[in-house]
């Protein structure tokens, strides 16, 4: 008689978490004529990898050695970790044409496994980038006297054994994702199938939609629509102060909670177009209590931040409690050049009439960068 064999399985597994982190270095000028050599700027604590870590930024160089360089740091912040072993890379990004950095990253290290012993062990480069070669012009990465760096972080965790089933397990089907956007996206286009029941009028154009998706997504729709106006279903709906398509964008982020459409057209348009629309669709958003719409426009302003919008921007975000985007302009305007440059754009005189008391915020914040520029403030504002 005769038995048949027995196989276990079994596997070494070497866990490793990621994770990324991108900081944004605005007012650099301002920096590098501040800050000494050996002296640092950090970063605030960010998760990455499931630790915490701040990045350490010399403007001028950590040593007489390096003074001609930047160097950057990553720095273990985790009270309670201790031996983490990890690599991780610094990468200078690009700016695309729309403003946002680019990627892959042309200009970046690559460290080997490295051992962070405690809260506060360090790696990094004393001579990541020199000087003139950040500032050369034109700079694919220093743009309005900012850059960014992206700090990717793998995290090795303990190798371990443990024992598994035989072979890969058998799948008898395969669960796709979710496409709820996509139906929804489908539906707002196909408004021929007599689903809709209001109808919206913006300039010359005529919107229809659904009540009660608007509804679910919006509390000032909600209100609208199912409140006083609910029983005339089939009303035409008036929208005056917003361009149609502004409100085009707006219903597409509502039924599919993206703005893909949006995206591609911002491909064809330039990148001033791009933004103009951010501000009028935050308006929108706000107006109709978007919140995750209104928040993803704030982003969208704030990594292009130029000149050439900053003040209607922070005019925005003043109207619109805008709390982010009010901190990224002022941050912007740190720099003395930034903020002569904006007090020369179109956009300045509409700011100074409308909001003069975050230009005043402004003033008593940065006064001693540039006192030309405050005082012709303070002059505007008398």
Known sequence: MTTGDCTTFSAIIAEAMSGSHVIKIAGYSR??????????????????????????????????ESQDYLSFYLILDSANSYDVKAVFSLELLEHSKNGRPAAPASYSFTTDLRTFSYKGSLWGYNKFIHQTALEEEPSPHLRDDSFSIRCGIKVFKEIYSTETQGGDRKRFMEVPPSNLRQNLGSLLENMDDGSADVVFEVGEERFSAHRCVLAARSSVFRAELLGAMKENAHRQIQIDDIEPSVFRSLLRFIYTDSLDGMAREEEEAGEEED??????????????????????????????????????????????????????????????????????????????????????????????????ATREITLGLS
């Not at 002296?39 to 605030?44: A, F, M, R």
């Not at 209590?289 to 209607?312: D, H």
């Open 31 to 64: 920096m590098k004529a501040l800050v000494s050599n050996g002296e640092s700027l950090t970063s605030i604590p960010f998760s990455a990898a499931g630790h915490t870590w701040v990045v350490r930024f010399y403007p001028n160089g950590d040593s007489a």
């Open 275 to 372: 933004l103009v629309m951010a501000q009028h669709l935050l308006v929108a958003a706000d107006r109709y209590n978007v919140e995750r719409l209104k928040l993803m426009c704030e982003e969208r302003l704030c990594e292009s931040m130029g000149s050439a919008m900053v003040a209607t921007s922070l005019a925005l975000a003043e109207q619109h409690g805008c709390h982010g985007l009010k901190e990224a302009c002022l941050e912007f305007l740190a720099s003395p050049s930034n903020l002569l440059e904006m007090m020369a754009s179109d956009g300045y005189e509409h700011l100074r009439i409308s909001c003069p008391s975050v230009l005043r915020e402004l003033i008593a914040r940065f006064q001693t960068l540039d006192m030309k």
